[in-house]
């Protein structure tokens, strides 16, 4: 497969401070290291030079997204906001989304680099595409930059395909750790968009995410929600796609799919409290890839997203976009001889219960597809 590949040492120059995980230094919070920093997707890109992975990727060149485009989802007051702050020391975007100089334009550029992407894959410049962007996207809404996300990157990209490109239905796969809320309210009453989401059940944003979140108006039946207890492992994630995922998009038969490729739901994620590993993302990857082949050409974009474990996420992004090639470099995960053995990693019957809760609602969803 011919893979293109997003990529500009300027992502990794977006400054999300001091903080202790996630929250700011200050009063009783020693300054320490904020979680979403450069170091893992740096990391991953080291792991893929080493590996050789990088040399057989085709490079998309990232450009920044234009006032237009941004203002497809975002409110023009936002837009402002951002880019004042910006060009002063940095600031807030709104709910834990710190930022420093320049994460304006460093923003747009990741947009950007998801926008070509996209183009690259519906041009057929490429097969498929990943897109290791920084700041993430996902929890991004129109007027509000949530959980370390500025702009709405995928967001920003599906619209771009709906409206510049001919593109008809675009399915949102997102297995981050965290719910894809800012997808999910981009396409809320949207039903040419259907975003899925596979997240820790009640993690970020808080009290989002439920099963029975299916959107509204003529958007209703077009969004998934599969809300998986902490502790999930390959056997839930499998499942989950066997049973929710997989079905919703042979329904629903899209002309794009959009990978929201979050690895914090790996084992050993600081935040995550997930146990997938490089093989189960190399599964789920396949799986995506199956069902894009089946029902768009094989047009499938991934984005990366969260995945704060320096030491893991560079083997699980790699697994990904080594499936994303179709090809394996020499590379073995050194992590998968504990990984695999973690206990419960199977699927369990309180995961089954959510799973079969979630597959339920594919009765109401996609109903006019
Ligand atoms: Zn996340």
Known sequence: ???????????????????????????????????????????????????????????????QATLEELLR??????????????????????????????????????????????????????????????????????DIGRGFCIFGNIALAAMHARSERDIERVAVVDFDVHHGNGTQK???????????????????????????????????????NVPLPPGSGVGAYETAFERVVLPALDKFDPDLIYLAAGVDSGAIDPLGRMMLHSEGYRTLTRQLLAAADEHCDGRLVAVHEGGYSSAYAPFSGLAIIEELRGERSDIEDPFMPIFAELGYQGLQPHQEAVIDDAAEKLDIALQNS
């Open 186 to 224: 981009a396409f809320w009453d949207d039903p040419t968009v259907l975003p899925i989401s596979l997240h820790q059940d009640n993690f970020f944003p808080p009290g989002e995410g439920a099963v029975d979140e299916v959107g509204e108006g003529d958007g209703r039946g077009y969004n998934l």
């Open 1 to 63: 497969m011919r893979t293109g590949f997003v990529w500009d040492e300027w992502y990794m120059w977006h400054d999300t401070g001091s903080a202790a995980a996630f929250l700011p230094a200050g009063g009783p919070i020693q300054p320490d290291t904020h979680v979403e920093n450069p170091e893992p997707k740096r990391r991953l890109h080291n792991l893929l030079d080493f590996s050789g992975v990088l040399d057989t990727l085709q490079e998309i060149e990232p450009r």
């Open 73 to 142: 989802f975002h409110t023009p007051e936002y837009v402002d906001e951002i880019a004042e702050q910006s060009a002063e020391s940095g600031g807030d975007a709104g709910d834990l989304t710190p930022f420093g100089p320049d994460s304006y334009d460093i923003a747009r550029l990741a947009a950007g680099g998801v926008i070509e992407a996209t183009d690259a894959v519906l041009d057929g410049d490429v097969d498929n595409a990943y897109a290791l962007v920084r700041p993430p996207g996902h929890h991004a809404e129109s």
